[in-house]
């Protein structure tokens, strides 16, 4: 399996390739069909199309295959952040993912709050203190509109305290 980095590279040089070519509606763009694109795109740019046409990215995370669509592809969750329980101090991390129209917003929220500069489409919480436990969710926004995850709740457990059991 190849790690992410080269994934990137392939893709590059995929679209390396692919320039030159005229790309229409529905035309189809495999990346690399054997590979899991679960969480491996943190940001996707492709190129600029015509007039009326964008990329349709739906099947990218399942099949790696891109789209030529006429019109825009509704933003629609590619995956939602896992609630997890983790100590003081240690690293928490939640992943989202969406799929549609390029180009596609990301944004997270804590408690109901945006989180200023968390634009990822993974979030990380470097040395966890217990202040940020509570509720994260990831936004997708496009042309046509957001979707909102479901709320992955962070737990943070204090640390323990030589002596005691």
């Not at 629609?76 to 939640?94: E, H, K, M, N, S």
Request: without cysteine; aromatic residues 6%; charged residues 20%.
């Amino acid at each position: 399996m190849r790690s992410r980095e080269g994934r990137g590279d392939d893709l590059r040089q995929r679209h390396a390739r692919a320039r030159g070519r005229n790309l229409h509606a529905h035309g189809r763009w495999s990346v690399d069909p054997g590979l899991d694109y679960r969480s491996a795109f943190a940001t996707l740019r492709l190129p600029a199309l015509d007039a009326g046409l964008s990329w349709d990215t739906t099947r990218l995370l399942a099949e790696g295959t891109l789209t030529v669509a006429a019109g825009t592809a509704a933003t629609t969750l590619a995956g939602q952040p896992a609630t997890q329980t983790t100590t003081v101090g240690l690293t928490a991390t939640f992943i989202g993912g969406a799929v549609g129209t390029e180009p596609i917003a990301y944004r997270w929220q804590f408690n109901g709050n945006d989180l200023a500069g968390e634009t990822r489409s993974t979030l990380v919480l470097a040395n966890v203190r217990e202040s940020q436990q509570g509720a994260y969710r990831f936004i997708a926004q496009n042309s046509t509109g957001s979707v909102t995850s479901a709320p992955a709740i962070l737990t943070v457990t204090p640390l323990p305290v030589a002596g005691h059991e």
